[in-house]
């Protein structure tokens, strides 16, 4: 088969469509023909050798896929071959094939073609497992997502508004705020204009947030803390702004907050499971009846990699770029 290899860390033209060795599904396995992946910024991190897989998983980029199944392990129940599905992964969505633990198989959403649910499994399982399994957002709250018009933003505001949250969001450009407005946002900051930590305030009487999900990590620290209600909770998902920040504990105890940070890459095949199970409980019935849909900005030959990377790296698109066979 063949696969996006990287024989060394560099730029998009790093990423190299090579012919390798065929997967073969073990012990709770399948294996996967792969029609489409998508593009995750650890996947630009992984190419430039900051990102290694975890231990035993694909060499190969790629954390989600939609495709077929061709081949069951020994121990699989409950999928058959030829059956259509996305899938989370620990890496290889770049590839022809992949070879994924069964618990973290999801069927494809009814009304998604195959291609588009590809979008989904890496940021519906993010924003379910931190935004509601960890910050437990309720109906009635305020919600703040930084980066509201990526593949993680648009999902988010969704799901946030699907439960009766007010949402708002940071993006830096006109278009991807009233992208975000249409998509049910309550509350737009142009964070190239706008300090959101005054907008947030005064868009909640001055009690702020109740959840954050930021993918900014240190250079927002303080300002997101500073931006949380009593009791509220800020979930780090990214470090796109440095890893080394200062945290004000006085401001987080005066406020009984929390502050917690996770990656989904790294984590033991079962606790993706248990991910995987609560997003097809949860949030595909969601799809289904059209009241959450994945974004996609534009789709890129598979082979054809790097001008994907290159499309995210330039930071214009609005949702998900897909890779396709």
Same mark, same amino acid.
């Not at 979008?119 to 497992?129: D, I, Q, R």
């Not at 470090?239 to 929390?258: D, H, P, S, Y």
């Given at each position: 088969m063949h696969a996006i290899t990287i024989p060394e860390a560099g730029g998009p033209e790093a990423l190299v469509w090579a012919e390798v060795p065929d997967p073969v599904p073990g012990e709770g396995e399948v294996l996967v023909d792969v029609v489409a992946s998508a593009v995750n910024r650890a996947d630009l991190l992984q190419r430039q050798g900051f990102y290694n897989p975890p231990?035993?998983?694909? /060499?190969?980029? +790629?954390? #989600?896929?939609?495709?077929?199944?061709?081949?069951?392990?020994p121990g699989v129940s409950g999928w058959e071959i030829g059956d259509e599905?996305?899938? !989370?992964?620990?890496?290889? +969505?770049?590839?022809?094939? &992949?070879?994924?633990?069964?618990?973290?198989?999801?069927?494809?959403?009814? +009304?998604?073609?195959? $291609?588009?649910?590809?979008?989904?499994?890496? &940021?519906?399982?993010? $924003?379910?497992?931190? &935004?509601?399994?960890?910050?437990?957002? @309720?109906?009635?709250?305020?919600?703040?997502?930084?980066?509201?018009s990526s593949g993680i933003g648009t999902m988010a505001i969704q799901l946030a508004k699907a439960v009766g949250a007010k949402v708002a969001v940071t993006a830096g450009t006109k278009e991807k705020l009233d992208f975000c407005g249409e998509l049910g946002a309550d509350i737009l900051i142009n964070y190239r204009e706008q300090d959101f930590v005054e907008e947030i305030k005064k868009a909640t009487d001055g009690a702020g947030a109740d959840v954050i999900l930021d993918?900014?990590?240190? =250079?927002?620290?303080?300002?997101?803390?500073?931006?949380?209600? *009593?009791? +509220?909770?800020?979930?780090?998902?990214?470090?796109?702004?440095? $890893? =080394?920040?200062? !945290?004000?504990?006085?401001? !987080? !105890?005066?406020? @009984?907050?929390?502050? *917690?940070? *996770?990656?989904?890459?790294?984590?033991?095949? #079962? #606790?993706?499971a248990t991910i995987v199970a609560a997003v097809r409980e949860h949030v595909w019935p969601l799809i289904a009846a059209g009241h959450v849909r994945p974004i996609v900005d534009q789709t &890129? /030959?598979?082979?054809?990699a790097a001008a994907a990377h290159r499309v995210l790296e330039e930071s214009t698109h609005i949702g998900k770029v897909l890779l396709v066979r």
């Open positions: 231990p035993g998983s694909s /060499p190969y980029p +790629g954390l #989600e896929c939609a495709g077929r199944v061709t081949d069951i392990g599905v996305c899938a !989370l992964l620990a890496g290889g +969505g770049y590839a022809e094939q &992949v070879v994924v633990p069964a618990g973290q198989l999801l069927p494809v959403p009814e +009304g998604v073609d195959l $291609v588009t649910a590809a979008a989904l499994p890496e &940021v519906t399982s993010t $924003v379910w497992s931190n &935004v509601f399994m960890i910050s437990h957002l @309720r109906p009635g709250e305020t919600f703040l997502v930084h980066g509201g993918n900014m990590g240190a =250079k927002y620290l303080d300002r997101n803390v500073q931006s949380l209600a *009593t009791n +509220g909770r800020l979930a780090i998902i990214g470090m796109q702004g440095g $890893v =080394k920040g200062e !945290l004000n504990i006085a401001t !987080l !105890l005066g406020k @009984r907050a929390a502050v *917690t940070a *996770t990656s989904l890459r790294g984590r033991p095949a #079962e #606790e993706k &890129v /030959p598979m082979s054809d």
